[in-house]
């Protein structure tokens, strides 16, 4: 090698290495970046106030102040959160709006207010797109609580499932079989109720009676509204079978207390080891865990019972985060809220398995807590078969209006009180069609 | 006939302004010049304050309602159209509407009838000299100065299906059966006890409130003319209602009327207890107003079911004023 070629490939090597080397250092910081979702140099200095719930898992609420705070001090972002009672949000809301001020994220549970609200709700197709190519696309019905014509206007962060808890002891000392149909929990619940363990799922104004009794009736073939959410669609026969068998399993497994019921009876009715059976979220499961080892040793899931053989649907709670158009720090509440889905399995892990993500990749088995803990397993397979007010429809307004008036169970209700089945229905469909008439109106 | 003088045209408008202006404007200067007339209008100027306070705070949100209710206002649109009584007519057809209507009267007449009883007792047992009085008249307004939400939540739990401290109390002295029993009362879940359970903590929440109205009724009126019954032998119901109460009659009603207001007009009661269940056996207007009007976004129908409080009030309203004003003189 000659001393000439010798520095030409001296200096092609230096130059080269300057290069790679230049090259290396801008991609490893932009890979950096993007890891740790560095928000855009113009949030810095800004104040983003949030408003969640408070949810029924207070060390989850413990991690998320701690978490916002975090993003905060890292982009240089004032973080503000305010927990509240989750049924005080949508007057929270109507006053925020009207007042045309108040926080700029703003959460919603159970009642999904999108398609009221999204004409004054930040478009957030652009953080849904990017999370749903990262992450595997959404779940099939992740799209109904959010989108309105075309374009999503909530992001949905997680919901929460409310599978079969029975008692394995009861069940195998009286031979029966595990409650995987809902004629196999009522023969469970028929033979457990003289033997002082009977069954119960709330039938009063209260959100687990508007939820589980209609996971029943769509799993017996039946639906509330079109799939585009137009029109109702309760009177059916679907609906007959479901009221009949109802009320057989009001009358031969339950007592009147479902009547009295809030949210929590269930949890505190499997934990004192009464119940054979309850149909309920995991916080039943926890409450069991906390306060009764000896039932909770005993205390098995199970997945949503078939209603007709194969059809299975669950119905979620559903959370979702939207941020106000009137916000003047849009782009954080963005840059915030993509990177909490980022960390929703986090959220998972805090909510000890309670919050369940929307997104596919998120099931890669096995899941945060509920893939370690061999009696939760069974919640992996549930995003296949979960489904939420308005069934098959999306979560229209008139829809909502039905939820918040307590219509569906107030109808089983009557039923399980002894009315008749088709005078019921008559009652039950004639306040779907009127709601649905009113909002058309409107 | 021309059409201008038909309808009063120009040359008789302007012919009646000329009367008007000249001697009225003076008689009007000359009234407000007079002492008497000084004296007037420092009185409204005084009034004034009054005025504008209950116009703003109370006239305001009561027009805005009325506004609201005639409209499809949501609370999501800020723009609202004329819809006349579209909105009342979506209440009337609804048979959730009718039963709210129907529990809050039985709801009114239960709880002020339980209210006047207990708490004309429990001023009456005020009014005597007992050892450790001012801290019993502190602790029986306990109730009413508790935050509703605390208060209820506690009750709530007292009904609890499962673990009321009631029932066991009740099962304990042998009043009832054990737990699953029929006889065990389900209390927020039967609709006959459930609306009774509703009122009762209703009661419980503000009867201290009409016992103390009456107790400084009871004060106000001089001992020396009690005394004078007595001498001319007057029972103890006798002096009450022939003396007491028409002494005291101005206040009475103040208080009664407060008292129908404040249940007619009580949400969290129901709502926390209950939310209006089961089946809407509990469920009172302004429940049903805040379920539309709020939660479910429908403001324009929400204000129209509220203004049906409206009708309910008037009528006793009237009554109360104009019978207060008849015995003024």
New interface residues.
Partial sequence: MTRDNERHDEAVSRRGFVRTAGLGVAGASIATMLDARQAPAQVRGTTLRILQWSHFIPAYDAWYDKFAKEWGDKNGVKVRVDHIPHLDIPARMAAEFAAGAGHDIIYNGSSILTRLYYKNLTDLTDVADAAAKKYGGWIPTARSLVEVEGRWFGLPIFYILAPMLYRKDLFEANNLKAPDTWELARVAARTLKPKGHPTGIALSQCADANLFWRSMFFSFGGTEAEASGDNPTLDSKELREFLRFAKAIFDEGMTPEVFSWDDASDNRYLASGIACWVHDAISAYRTTEDTNPGVFKNTFLALEPQGQPGKRVSVAAPNVWMVWKFSKNQQAAKEFLAYLIDNDLEGMTQSRGYNMPYLNDRYKKPMPVIGTDPKLQILQDFPKIVAFYGYPGPSTTPIQEIVNLFVFPDMVTKVARGMNIEEAIKWGAGEYRRIYAKHKRA | MTAASQHGGPDATSARAATLSGPSVRSVRSRLRSATARRVAFGYLLLAPAGLYVLLLVGAPFFFSLYLAVT?A????PVANF?GL?NFR?AL????FWIALRNSIVFLLVAAIFKSLLGTTLAFLLLQEFPGKKLVRGLVVIPFTLPVTISVLNW?WM?????SVINWALNAVGLIGGY?SPSWP?????PEL?LGACIAVNVWRTFPFSAIVLLAGFTSVPPEILDAAKVDGCSFLQRFRHVVVPMIFPILMVGFLFDTVFTLSDLSVVYLL???????ATKILPVLA???G??????G?GAAIALFLVPLLLPMLYLMLRNIKRREY
């Avoid at chain 2, 949501?74 to 649109?77: I, L």
């Avoid at chain 2, 057809?93 to 959730?96: A, G, K, L």
């Fill in positions: 499809d949501t609370v999501a649109d819809v579209e979506a057809e609804s048979d959730v709530k009904y609890d299906s499962q673990f699953g389900i209390w927020l879940g039967q459930a209950t939310g209006g269940g089961p089946a809407n805040y379920q539309v709020i939660q479910a976004g429908a403001l129908r």
